[in-house]
């Protein structure tokens, strides 16, 4: 077992943004998008899970409560605001009906004046010219679209991505290297022990910068 961090020492945040906000520059291309990060003390950001599809809104409420229903994330972000409104009331019922806990869902007001790509590079290069942008070894959609931008055939994921580090807060740490450093040798004792779920950690050697 290599480095690893727990979720609960992360600021976790999933980030949805629908097709229809893209369509004007992508048309058909433009897929929904639904993204999920990390972010620790040390600014580094983890992408956990991303999902991109031209499909139902049915479909894209499933996939929300599969991501919501993994990480917990602190809050969804949705940039449509009409978008809002209908998930914002979807996820009331759905919580009320089961039990489910709902994360606040955040306005997310990007600039009008700023060029889109020009916004998801500039939000990303916070990030990943630092060395801080983690990615899994099987996230290809991902570095396809990053290898292809700014002249790609779709930027859905990565639009996602930029919000989603917009949305971080750095979580605080008190005495940051050495309770930090205690957190990650007390979580790989507890994974040797099997008394936590894996998936409720980062296992920092399954992730590439």
């Known amino acids: 077992m290599g480095s690893i961090i727990k979720l609960s020492d992360c600021d976790v ?28 003390y040390m600014y580094r950001v983890y992408v956990l899970t991303y999902w991109a599809k031209r499909c139902p809104f049915d479909d894209v409420y499933q996939e929300l409560w599969r991501q919501v229903d993994q990480f917990r994330p602190r809050c969804i972000g949705i940039e449509d605001v009409a978008t809002q409104m209908t998930i914002g009331g979807a996820f009331e019922k759905i919580a009320q009906s089961d039990g489910r806990h ?38 290809y959609e991902l570095e396809s679209e990053w290898n292809a931008f700014p002249n790609g055939r779709t930027v859905d994921i990565l639009d996602t991505l930029a919000y989603a580090i917009m949305m971080h807060s ?24 099997d008394s936590i779920d894996d998936s409720n950690v980062i296992d920092i050697d399954k992730y590439k910068v």
């Open 13 to 40: 945040v999933t980030c949805y943004d629908p097709a229809r906000s893209r369509e004007s520059e992508f048309g058909r291309s433009a897929r929904n998008a639904i993204i999920t990060t990390a972010c620790d």
């Open 102 to 139: 709902l994360p606040s869902i955040e306005p997310l007001k990007p600039d009008t004046r700023v060029n889109k790509k020009w916004r998801i590079r500039t939000a990303i290069q916070q990030v990943a010219a630092y060395g801080r942008l983690y990615i899994l070894d099987n996230s």
């Open 170 to 193: 750095i979580p605080f740490q008190e005495d940051a290297d050495d309770s930090y450093n205690s957190r990650i040798l007390k979580a790989q004792a507890e994974i040797r022990g």
